[in-house]
C-alpha cells in the first residue's frame, strides 16, 4: 500500500467534500472552477451530478448557501484569525486573503495533501503569508493546538459539513477541543450544522413542490452511507433539534443564533426566477446556525499520553504495544509499520497490548480490523472506553 491509498484506507468519508465541491462548480463562481479544475475528480461519481436532476438542483442550492453564509462571517468577524475545520476543497482560502485576514484550513490528512499546493498555486504571491494549511483530525487536540502555534488574536472556527459524522462519543471530544482552544484564544464557533438538513428540506419543497418530511428521511439514509460508520447514534444526523442543542450547551457552549436569511440575500443559481429566489431567501428567516462561544470552566486538562508504537516478533507471534491515541493521524503511521514489519518478518498471529491506549477513532478501528482480517489477532488490556468502542463498533465499520 503506498502512501496515498493509506490514508484513503482509514479515511473513505473524505470523498463527500469533493461532492460539495462538485455541485457548487454547478454555479460557475469563478474561484470554485479554479479549484474545481485542479483537483482529482476519479472519485466524483460521473453523471452523480445532473443538473437537470431536480435533486442536484436543491443540492446546489443549499450548498451555494452555505458557502456563501461561510464568505460572509468571514467578512463579518472582527476576529484576525479564520479556521476552516474542516476545509474541504473549498476555495475560502481566497476569499479569507482578500480580506486580509489569516486563514487556516484543516483536515484529514488525504484532503490537505491534495487541496494545499491547488489553494497555494490559486493565491496571489502577496496573499500566500496569510494561508496555511494543516493535516488535523478533529477529535485529535494536539493536532489542531499544533496547526494553530502560530496564531496571534482571536479565532473564529467556521464548522460546515462535519459534526454529523461523530457519533457522541467523538463528537464531545471534537467539541471538548474546540472549547478548549476557545477558551485559550478567544473568539467564536460558528456552524451551520445544526440545522442544515432542515434546510435542505424547505429548499426541496419549495424548489418541487414535494413534503420537507420526505427530505430529511433521504437525508437520513444518505448521510448514513456517507457517514463513516452506522450513523444511529450520530445526533447532528439523526438526533432531534432539542437533543443537538442540549448536547452543545452540556459541552459548555452558550449558544446564539444567526439567520440564514440575515447571512445572504442572493442566490446566484437562482438569478433567471427572482421570484423563486425572493421565496426561498423568506423561509430562511426561520433556519438558524449556530454561534458559539465558550462557557468559562475549571481548566482540568487530562494530562495526554503521546502517541508511541512498539513492535516486536517472537515465535510466529507480532506483539504491539500502543500508546496514546489512534486516530486519524496515527493510524496510518501504526499500519506503515505494520506493512513494514509484515516484509521482513513471518508471524501468524497478531497480540496488540492496549494498556496504553486511552482512545481509538474509526479510522484507529479500520487500521486493526486490517491486521485482523490478516492473521489471528488478541487484542488485550483495553480500558472500558476503549473496550466499549471496540466492542460496539466491530461489525459497523
Ligand atoms: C461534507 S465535507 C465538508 C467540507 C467543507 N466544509 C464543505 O462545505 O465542502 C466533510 C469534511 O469533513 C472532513 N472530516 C471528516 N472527519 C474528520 C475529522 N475527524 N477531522 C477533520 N476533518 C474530518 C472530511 O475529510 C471532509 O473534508
Redesign the pocket.
Known sequence: MNHNELLKKV?P??F??KG??GLLAETKELDIMRFYNDIDRETITPGAIDINNPLTKIWVVSMEV?YSTWNTIAQKTDCPNIVD??????PHCLKAAKLNKKYYG???PI?IEEISPIAFKNLADNEKHLVQYHA????NYFSIRNALKDVQGKICIIT???LG?FNRYDLRAVCQNIHRLLREFGGCWYTSDYQFSDLTAVTYALLTGGKKSDMLEANKSGSGKIADADNSDFIFNTGTLEERKNFIEECGFNVKTFRYSDMINFIPSLKENPELMQKILSAYQDFEGWILTADETDDKQENEIPFAQNFSVKNNVLSISISGRLD?ITAPELLQKYEEQRAKNIFDEIHVDAANLKYISYAGLRALKIMQESCNFKISNMNDEVKKIFEENQEKI
Not at 475545520?85 to 473549498?90: A, S
Not at 488535523?136 to 477529535?139: G, I
Open positions: 479515511n468519508v473524505y463527500s467534500a460539495c465541491l452555505r475545520l474542516p476545509c474541504g476543497y473549498l484543516l483536515d484529514l484532503v488535523v483530525d478533529a477529535t460546515d459539513g462535519l459524522y486519524s
